[in-house]
């Protein structure tokens, strides 16, 4: 079968029609009537117009032949296109008061294709301009080369008894498993009709942006606005279309024009690699006092009263102001609804597509620079190409996240359900929110150092539960250091260590009805926040005023604390409701269980705090 992309064909020569009988004659002498005139000769090219044809594009022929006498490679009647001989090229001349005039240019007649892979087209003849009915389709959507009942596969030419060339075509698309299913054979329409008697067929030729919309045209006017006799030369993202009307030797109309077609094949064998084609954007409704771009890099799209307009990829750069869509040096009408698609182009303000698939894909901003995009490489947000320095984001084809950020990221399990999510706060915090459990198959570890806090990195928990053993270099020290002046005590917190010489002073409160001072044993200021105090250490010279103090430790239940007294004199220490003392250079270890004790009421200074074994160190 042959592609869209064919021509009409003008049969020069017929036979004649069978003579009328003749009339009496009125003048002059008397005439006898006429006999019934014999069959004519086959019918040559009308007075006052020649045809010549060539399957060679060849220059202008020269005005010197006689009539109906072309010489090689140029021949009197239309051949036809084969395989072998794919193009049939057009010349013609016209005879005005019986000189020749010089032949017109030369032209395309015929275009012969095969089917392509994945597009195939159909014909039928019939003697009358009604359509023929739909062809019927095979039950099995994936057979290659079904010629329906009564069609042809391979173009064939009108005759004066079948006239009327009629063609079909259908495209084959993959399914989701990858299999080509074949779509339903297009409506019935002329590809070709027969003329005679010196009328002629005449092509011309518009190109636009679009695969599905025609440029527009006047089926009336004999030589329509915007089309041709030539085909034009194309740019990117333009694509020619051809119509035709059978005139007399004298140019005017037989009839209208005819439909416009598209003169694009199926695809072809792939060629070699050309250059990159533009990117583009869609810039919304023609804005007069915007400046757009066309460039071989970069074109923009807008939107022109109901119409779609591409700037051209020749226009030379920025496009002057307020030149309108319509001006064809500058613009390529597009099509009038989102459907028009054309190779490398996809313009939509909204689309759905179920199946994709593409080999590398760039965004571009508003103004044609690429920001991201995929390749072979990856895939990469922020820069021109994978491994670009200004990227934000890259994925490598193994699926490896090679550079990204995120402010938070949801974790699903296997059904979709949210099950976790990991965040970076404000502040710059890290936070891990499982809504379960989370397992770390491997060692954990926390380390680096913070200069400017001087000290580690710290690893914060409300709980934590160890099923086997349980270290820890040093523990939280603080010290009860006597002063100069009211408060006279003081808790120096060691929050960066025993062995650092930094401490966060908590000041502690004296109840002067009972004579004692409250220790607190968990940090709430500063640095000392969420620290627990592990060992109390009371270091000062001698009790201030008259008598001897107590020292009351914050009640927190299942804590355990270990108290030295390294004082020149005993200190007391409260539990549950008495003084227990501890002499110089003793030791305690002391643990709260205050909740086990319902006998005693909270109101008593120590409550909870039980004091375990006191050893002297011979001071």
């Known amino acids: 079968g042959t592609s869209e992309s064919g021509y009409s064909v003008a049969k020069m020569g017929n036979t004649g029609a069978k003579g009328d009988k003749g009339d009496t004659g009125s003048d002059g002498i008397a005439g006898k009537d006429g006999e019934d005139g014999k069959d004519g000769d086959d019918g040559k090219d009308g007075n006052g117009i020649e045809f ?102 391979d173009y064939t030419s009108p005759t004066e008894e079948y006239p009327f060339l009629w063609s079909c075509s259908r495209k084959k698309y993959p399914n989701d498993s990858g299999i080509g299913i074949w779509e339903t054979f297009s409506a019935p329409s002329i590809y070709q009709r027969f003329t005679k008697d010196g009328n002629y067929t005449e092509n011309r030729y518009a190109a636009n942006g679009s695969l599905t919309e025609s440029p527009a045209i006047d089926k009336t006017q004999v030589a329509p606005t915007g089309w041709s006799l030539t085909q034009p030369a194309l740019t990117a993202f333009q694509y020619c279309w051809r119509t035709f009307a059978v005139k007399t030797s004298d140019g005017a109309l037989v009839s209208e024009w005819d439909e416009p077609m598209r003169l694009s094949g199926a695809k072809g064998a792939i060629g070699d690699k050309g250059d990159v084609g533009p990117s583009q954007s869609f810039k919304g409704v023609w804005d007069g006092s915007t400046e757009y771009i066309g460039t071989e890099k970069f074109v923009q799209a807008v939107k022109y009263n109901t119409i779609y307009y591409v700037t051209r990829s020749d226009a030379g750069g920025a496009i002057p102001i307020g030149t309108l869509p319509t001006n064809t040096t500058y613009w390529n009408a597009y099509g009038a609804n989102y459907e028009s698609l054309a190779t490398g182009l996809l313009l939509a303000e909204l689309a759905y597509i179920k199946n994709l698939g593409v080999e590398k894909l760039r965004i571009t901003d508003t103004e044609g620079n690429v920001v991201g995009g995929f390749n072979e490489n990856g895939i990469w947000l922020g820069g021109t190409a994978m ?27 296997d059904s979709g359900n949210e099950v976790g999510s990991i965040t ?83 000041k502690i409160t004296y109840h002067n009805a009972n004579n004692y001072w409250d220790i607190p044993l968990y940090g709430t200021d500063g640095e000392t926040a969420g620290l627990p105090l592990d060992i109390l250490i009371f270091d000062f010279g001698i009790i201030k005023d008259s008598g001897k103090y107590g020292f009351a430790l914050e009640t927190i239940n299942g804590k355990q604390v270990t108290v030295i007294n ?54």
């Open 52 to 153: 010549i044809f060539s399957h060679q594009n060849t220059s202008l022929p020269i005005n010197t032949w006689e009539f109906d006498n072309p010489q090689d490679p140029w021949y009197n009647d239309s051949k036809g296109v084969t395989e072998d001989n794919p193009i049939e090229y057009k010349a013609q001349r016209v005879s005005i008061d019986g000189v020749w005039q010089d032949f017109s240019d030369v032209s395309t007649w015929l275009t012969y294709a095969k089917d392509g892979k994945g597009y195939d087209i159909i014909f039928k003849l019939t003697s009358t301009d009604t359509a023929p009915d739909q062809p019927t389709e095979p039950t099995d959507h994936t057979i290659d080369d079904f010629i329906p009942n009564g069609w042809l596969d």
């Open 566 to 619: 390294i004082n020149n004199q005993a200190i007391d220490i409260m539990s549950n409701g008495y003084r227990v003392e501890l002499k110089k250079g003793y030791m305690a270890e002391m643990i709260c269980i205050a909740n086990a004790l319902d006998s005693v009421p909270d109101s008593i200074i120590g409550k909870g705090w039980m004091i375990g074994a006191i050893r002297e160190n011979n001071w």
């Open 424 to 506: 970076f706060n404000s502040d710059g915090n890290f936070l891990f929110s499982p809504k379960k459990t989370m397992t770390i198959a491997g060692d954990l570890y926390s380390q680096g150092y913070d200069y400017t806090k001087d000290r580690s990195y710290r690893y914060y928990s409300s709980d934590i539960l160890c099923r086997g053993s349980f270290g820890a270099y040093q523990k939280y020290v603080g010290v009860v250091k006597d002063s100069l002046s009211p408060p006279y005590y003081r808790l120096n917190f060691f929050y960066k260590g025993f062995d650092k010489s930094d401490s966060f002073s908590n």
């Open 387 to 413: 491994n670009d320095l200004n990227n934000k984001f890259e994925v490598l084809p193994t699926g490896i996240i090679n550079k990204g950020t995120f402010r938070k990221l949801y974790c699903n399990d």
